[in-house]
């Protein structure tokens, strides 16, 4: 058996035509989608990038693992301690670990752990391959490396290949040649002049007047990059970039797929089709960022393709990314490790067996903000302690049947339902706190804030305080502010 994993970095599921998008984004993705099994409800537990690889790599949340962030204590994984055996439990109880011991050659091809400084995502693997570019390559240079593995070692059996793409990352970075197959195709129709006004005068990092983070720089080497969203055809052509990356990156991933049909090799290959996190394009005003613990930065494809399993399949109930280390253990028939938090959805690849639920999910971001989210039938609850410069309110409540890109916050007007969340993140973080690891007891989210908040917002507010007086939105200083008076220096 061979397994293929296309990691495909800031894939919104939604941007997908399997999950129903209107423009023709994915052929080749959605081809294995149709030989396989599509999670239409799937989430990273911890975003963004280093949490959440950290998370799907060990099985656990960001609160047990303490990697909540892009830096400072909370992006380094916890040290075992005392109880360490002779070798760290991620030799036998990661994802690389478990299939490790069913004799599978292991190879990454991926730049992920350099970019972050995040070695343990390394643990296991026979083979690395860093591609160098720290995340700023382009497919092509990825792909020479991928088709070379192939190549030499395709036709054996037992091998696991983790294959990390990028392009659909900011910034936008499909080559100019490769055009614009998507000039004459609309953009979703909720984002209107008026939202796009609105959004205008909010602040925050990677708002519509500052997509470059802190403000509205452009590289004239990136020109599918904005700097800010001016109009209606700005916002054109940010989607059309975001976009051209992702069927940028699907072209590379037909020639994959391609190799393995001509050798005769697809069948008999089990793909794994997944992301470690979102974008938000427009939602809770950020735009190409990934800054939130909510439905539009966790949620992600989650497309599996199983020798024997079932095919053109749909599963809706809500899995988080790091259920999927127990799910392979299950479907090698390994015993799960105590340590583990994810639950096995095996059945749900198999049809044998009940197919595994969950009742709520929690969300948690530390890298941008400090907020924990709480995915529960149709709605999306948000607790912000940390704004990261947005002027969040501590509570936000979105019905996601009736409104998918958060537009609206209900949270007044709905304080039963607000109360339910509560209740049911309180149970997840009772549970939590009371199966830490030996020798902790904090909640890594606390750390960040004991460190001087999000690594992303650290040191940033004074200059930035600058900038929204030159873009005439003075007024939210004050409050900016009164939130965070000890990060004006």
């Known amino acids: 058996m061979r397994i293929l994993f296309l990691d495909l970095d800031t894939l919104r599921p939604d941007h997908l035509g399997c999950y129903g998008y209107q423009r023709n984004t994915s052929p080749h993705i959605d081809s294995v989608a149709a030989d396989g099994v599509r999670f239409d409800q799937y989430y990273c537990s911890d975003a963004p990038c280093l949490p959440s690889r950290t998370a799907l790599m060990t099985g656990q949340f960001g609160i047990h693992t303490g990697v909540v962030g892009h830096g400072g204590t909370t992006a380094d994984l916890r040290l075992e301690g005392p109880e360490r055996g002779f070798m760290s439990r991620l030799s036998s109880e990661s994802l690389v670990g478990i299939l490790r011991q069913q004799g599978f050659h292991c190879t990454s091809i991926s730049p992920f752990a350099e970019r972050h400084g995040s070695w343990n995502f390394y ?19 990825i792909s020479p490396l991928v088709m070379d593995w192939l190549q030499r070692n395709g036709t054996a059996d037992n091998w696991f290949l983790h294959i990390n793409y990028w392009d659909p990352h900011t910034p936008y970075r499909a080559p100019a040649e490769f055009g614009n197959p998507f000039a004459d195709d609309p953009i979703p129709q909720w984002l209107t002049p008026e939202i796009l006004a609105e959004h205008r005068q909010m602040v925050g990092p990677h708002g519509a007047r500052e997509i470059s983070m802190y403000d509205n720089q452009t ?32 072209d590379h991933i037909g020639r994959i797929l391609q190799f393995l049909k001509d050798h005769d090799l697809y069948e008999d ?26 439905a539009i930065t966790c949620r992600i494809p989650m497309i599996i393709k199983w020798r024997g399993g079932r095919s053109g399949a749909v599963e809706g109930n809500l899995h988080y990314n790091l259920d999927l280390v127990p799910t392979l253990a299950d479907l090698f028939h390994s015993q799960p490790a105590a340590a583990w938090d994810g639950q096995s959805y095996a059945p749900s690849i198999t049809g044998h067996g009940e197919a595994a639920a969950r009742p709520y999910l929690v969300l948690s ?13 149709r709605w999306m609850y948000i607790r912000t302690w940390h704004d990261g410069y947005h002027l969040f309110p501590d509570e936000m409540l979105f019905d996601l049947d009736a409104d998918p890109h958060e537009t609206t ?9 607000c109360a339910q969340a509560s209740h049911l993140y309180q149970e997840w973080h ?10 902790y007891t904090a909640d890594p989210l606390w750390t960040v804030m004991e460190e001087g908040g999000p690594h992303h917002a650290r040191g940033q507010l004074a200059a930035y305080c600058k900038y929204l007086e030159a873009t005439g939105r003075g007024w939210a200083i004050p409050e900016l502010q009164r939130r965070h008076p000890g990060e004006f220096n």
Do not use: K, W
Request: proline share 4%; net charge negative; aromatic share 6%.
């Open 269 to 294: 290959t089990a793909i794994i089709i997944s992301s470690d996190h979102g974008e938000n394009m427009g939602e809770l005003g950020l735009y190409a960022e990934h800054a939130t613990a909510d």
């Open 365 to 377: 971001q530390g890298a941008h903000v400090c907020q924990r989210g709480v995915r529960f039938e």
């Open 430 to 439: 009772s549970q939590m706190m009371a199966s830490m690891p030996a020798g």
């Open 219 to 250: 590289d004239p080497n990136l020109p599918r990059q904005l700097g800010e969203v001016e109009d209606m055809e700005d916002l054109r052509h940010f989607f059309d970039g975001y976009d051209c990356g992702i069927r940028y990156m699907d």
């Open 123 to 141: 643990a296991g693997f026979n083979e690395i391959h860093n591609t160098g570019g720290c995340g700023g390559e382009s497919a092509e240079e």
């Open 409 to 417: 916050n209900l949270a007044e007007q709905h304080p039963d339902i």
